[in-house]
T-cell receptor, first 113, second 111 residues
């Protein structure tokens, strides 16, 4: 079954405590991305990756890092989380030759106190 | 600046009616257009994708593009209560497939 998994699904943490949200896909997709979704603001892209070792900033990259060492994994790293990073985060993957083959993970609800 | 605009709604239609959802985009170079459905508390699901060269029909859903006016629409025929969700429009800006999202339109289909 084609899927994108994210972990953890829910996380409550405190300001400044480094955290990583993992994302993994089993479809051999080249393109992966991270979004945050906030009420009234819609989905905003944080970072994306076109392939292994190729990453680029999206619209709201400040305070986040990513890495793409393997094709299937695309973790999101918050080195020093702040309350304004409290949000719902989605990872997504797409086949570059099949743009309509696009899947989102189930989401990670992050609260930074 | 890349912009995709949608009316936040809610758009309320009776069961069996046609629901018409629209969005406008600012980048004239856009060539790929996406519609997603998102149920409350769930992740977005891609339901329609079209290139700039044509419209598309898939079951009860039709996506249409008006390049001259820079808007894309989603028509849902024979609307069902299960269609009640937020519909996100996204546009691949700069000629790429990397989508920029609108804020979504809430659709309510009442029995």
């Amino acid at each position: 079954e084609a899927q994108v998994t994210q972990n953890p699904r829910y996380l409550i943490t405190v300001t400044g405590k480094k955290l990583t949200v993992t994302c993994s896909q089993n479809m051999n997709h080249e393109y992966m991305s991270w979004y945050r979704q906030d009420p009234g603001l819609g989905l905003r892209q944080i970072y994306y990756s076109m392939n292994v070792e190729v990453t680029d900033k999206g619209d709201v990259p400040e305070g986040y890092k990513v890495s793409r060492k393997e094709k299937r994994n695309f973790p999101l790293i918050l080195e020093s989380p702040s309350p304004n990073q409290t949000s719902l985060y989605f990872c997504a993957s797409t086949g570059l030759e099949r743009v309509d083959e696009q899947f989102f993970g189930p989401g990670t609800r992050l609260t930074v106190l | 600046q890349k912009e995709v605009e949608q009316n936040s709604g809610p758009l309320s239609v009776p069961e069996g009616a046609i629901a018409s959802l629209n969005c406008t985009y600012s980048d004239r170079g856009s060539q790929s257009f996406f519609w997603y459905r998102q149920y409350s508390g769930k992740s977005p699901e891609l339901i329609m994708f079209i290139y700039s060269n044509g419209d598309k029909e898939d079951g009860r859903f039709t996506a249409q593009l008006n390049k001259a006016s820079q808007y894309v629409s989603l028509l849902i025929r024979d609307s069902q209560p299960s269609d009640s969700a937020t519909y996100l429009c996204a546009v691949g800006t700069g000629g790429s497939y990397i989508p920029t999202f609108g804020r979504g339109t809430s659709l309510i289909v009442h029995p």
